[in-house]
């Protein structure tokens, strides 16, 4: 299959942690790449490859590998992480890029 | 510094067609592939396409073959995607957004600040 899932929404408590999961046959041959997306804003990428921040991300983002599923943990969640989330990979059948549907965070 | 600046607004009547332009700024244009995207109201992101700036090679989502165009001008630093024979599921947020390499991975790393498309009679 050339299509990545993600849960619809997750909640977090403040200052908790919570791990959004995206899950698709094409993690198994590509990195998944990860999107922070505001209301009216474009999406801004939060982690990508194994586990790398691009420049002026904070440490609380970080992401891992598990078989099909790529994982993006956020530990210590802030408000300002209230966002929805989506991971995107390349794929080796199919259309050759594909985004997850998506997961709304919510931090209580 | 990396700029995508897009066309206005547009408001389209169904079987009409839309062009979208993307004005690139602040690195080598011909370097980097050029995606397209899209993002129906309170729906998730979709894949149109992508163009390689310096042969103007194509790639299309299956979904859009047949009905999605994507050009570019190397002169003006401009790529262009065209979606013909509108419907209202066609109505969306279009973002065009550069594709790189960041830390051994093929990503995309700026986007433009989207257009949106209306399709309604």
């Not at chain 1, 997850?100 to 919510?106: D, R, V």
Request: glycine fraction near 10%.
């Amino acid at each position: 299959s050339s299509e990545l899932t993600q849960d619809p929404a997750v909640s977090v408590a403040l200052g908790q942690t919570v791990t959004i999961t995206c899950q698709g046959d094409s993690l198994r041959s590509y990195y998944a790449s990860w999107y922070q997306q505001k209301p009216g804003q474009a999406p801004v990428v939060v982690v990508c490859g194994k586990n790398n921040r691009p420049s002026g991300i904070p440490d609380r983002f970080s992401g891992s590998y598990s078989g099909n599923t790529a994982s993006l943990t956020i530990t210590g969640a802030q408000a300002e992480d209230e966002a929805d989330y989506f991971c995107n990979s390349r794929v080796s059948s199919g259309n050759p890029w594909v985004f997850g549907g998506g997961t709304k965070l919510t931090v209580l | 510094q990396v700029q995508l600046v897009q066309s206005g607004a547009e408001v389209k009547k169904p079987g009409a067609s839309v062009r979208v332009s993307c004005k690139a700024s602040g690195y080598t244009f011909t370097n980097y592939n050029l995606h397209w995207v899209r993002q129906a109201p309170g729906q998730g992101l979709e894949w149109m396409g992508i163009i390689n700036p310096n042969g103007g090679s194509t790639t299309y989502a299956q979904k859009l073959q047949g009905r999605v165009t994507m050009t570019r001008d190397t002169s003006t630093r401009t790529v262009y995607m065209e979606l013909s024979s509108l419907r209202s599921e066609d109505t969306a947020v279009y973002y065009c957004a550069k594709e790189s390499t960041i830390f051994g991975v093929l990503l995309i790393d700026y986007w433009g600040q989207g257009t949106r498309v209306t399709v309604s009679s």
